[in-house]
C-alpha cells in the first residue's frame, strides 16, 4: 500500500520569506499523481497544487512551487514571498494513476509570522 | 463552483445511537468519498463511492458503513456510535478521470463528539 510521510509537524516562517514543507511518499507504481492540498482555520480544504509523475518539470502556481524528486520519491513544497493568508493545515496527498482515491500525509501546520 | 454540502458542522451524540452524515455534492461527479480526519494521522479513507448504488471500503471501515442511492448523495452511517470515533469527517467529490479533472473537492467537515 502506498503511504505519505511528512515529517514536519509544524513549521514558522517570516511574512514576506519563503518556506519549505517536506513530503515523502512510498509507491511501487511508476506513473501516478500528487497533490498540496491547504486546509485554513475555516476547514474547507482547497487544492494548492499538483503533479503529474511522468512530466519532469515541476509544477508551479503563483507563489507556490514543487520540487519533485521521482527517484528519491520527494515532493516539497515551497511557498514564496509568505502572507498572513497562507496560515492552515497542509496535506501532501498521493493517487494512482489506476484509481481515484487519494492517500494523505499526516499534515504540516503552517505559521506566519508578521 | 463545485459545492459540497455536509449536513452539519457539529454534531454530538451519545454511545450507542445510530449516526448519519449527510453529504450533497452539486456537479454530478462520479466519485464521493469520506475521509476522517484526526490530529497526527492526517486523512484516512473510511469508504468511497465511485457510481450509485456502489461502495468499497476505505482503510479504515470498521464501524462504518455508507448509502448512495442518488448519484448526488452519500450518506456516512455509525451503526452503534463509539467515543473512539470522535472525530472531524469530511466529504470528498470528483469526477472518474484524468489529474485535471478530477481533483477531490471538499465539504466543511463534520465535527462529531460522541460522549
Known amino acids: 500500500a502506498q503511504t505519505v510521510t511528512q515529517s514536519q509537524p509544524e513549521m514558522s516562517v517570516q511574512e514576506a520569506e519563503t518556506v519549505t514543507l517536506s513530503c515523502t511518499y512510498d509507491?511501487?507504481?511508476?506513473?501516478?499523481?500528487l497533490f498540496w492540498y491547504k486546509q485554513p482555520p475555516s476547514r474547507q480544504m482547497i487544492l494548492v497544487i499538483r503533479?503529474?509523475?511522468?512530466?519532469?518539470q515541476n509544477a508551479t502556481e503563483n507563489r507556490f512551487s514543487v520540487n519533485f524528486q521521482k527517484a528519491a520519491k520527494s515532493f516539497s513544497l515551497k511557498i514564496s514571498d509568505s502572507q498572513l493568508g497562507d496560515a492552515a493545515m497542509y496535506f501532501c496527498?498521493?493517487?494512482?494513476?489506476?484509481?481515484?482515491?487519494?492517500?494523505f500525509g499526516a499534515g504540516t501546520i503552517l505559521r506566519v509570522k508578521s | 463552483d463545485v459545492k459540497v454540502t455536509q449536513s452539519s458542522r457539529y454534531l454530538v451524540k451519545r454511545t450507542g445511537e445510530k449516526v448519519f452524515l449527510e453529504c450533497v455534492q452539486d456537479?454530478?461527479?462520479?466519485?464521493m468519498f469520506w475521509y476522517r480526519q484526526d490530529p497526527g494521522l492526517g486523512l484516512r479513507l473510511i469508504y468511497f463511492?465511485?457510481?450509485?448504488?456502489?461502495?468499497e471500503k476505505g482503510d479504515i471501515p470498521e464501524g462504518y458503513s455508507v448509502s448512495r442511492e442518488k448519484k448526488e448523495r452519500f450518506s456516512l452511517i455509525l451503526e452503534s456510535a463509539s467515543t473512539n470515533q470522535t472525530s472531524m469527517y469530511l466529504c470528498?467529490?470528483?469526477?472518474?478521470?484524468?489529474?485535471?479533472?478530477?481533483?477531490?473537492?471538499f465539504g466543511n467537515g463534520t465535527r462529531l463528539t460522541v460522549t
Open positions: 509507491t511501487s507504481e511508476s506513473d501516478y499523481y
Open positions: 463511492s465511485y457510481d450509485v448504488k456502489m461502495k
Open positions: 456537479m454530478d461527479h462520479e466519485n
Open positions: 503533479q503529474e509523475a511522468y512530466k519532469q
Open positions: 496527498a498521493y493517487r494512482s494513476a489506476r484509481g481515484n482515491k487519494l492517500v
Open positions: 470528498a467529490s470528483s469526477q472518474s478521470g484524468g489529474i485535471y479533472n478530477s481533483p477531490l473537492h
